[in-house]
């Protein structure tokens, strides 16, 4: 039996270790080669969170982090309702 692949979040040495990203390995293989607008996958986005609205949260996380990739304050998302720290 193969094992997972690994790869490590984060770069600290307390990183977490994923054993599985069976979901995007999927999605790198079947669809690596084609190119996509973020427009489109904006509206994939939002299909999904219409079929699966218990993921909506993450979903909405995922698209503010790929959102602020570029801005400097952009490194973490505040939780819906999460207080905003101003320090």
Request: no cysteine; proline share 5%; aromatic share 6%.
């Amino acid at each position: 039996m193969a094992l997972p692949s690994q790869r490590t979040a984060g770069t600290g040495q307390n990183a977490a270790v994923y054993f599985t990203d069976r979901g995007i390995e999927e999605l790198e293989g079947r669809r690596g080669d084609e190119a996509v607008t973020l427009a489109w996958v904006a509206a994939r986005l939002r299909e999904f969170v219409d079929d699966h609205p218990e993921f909506e949260t993450p979903v909405e996380r995922l698209a503010t982090w790929l959102a602020r990739l570029d801005d400097e304050d952009g490194d973490e998302v505040q939780a819906e309702g999460a207080p905003v720290d101003d320090e």
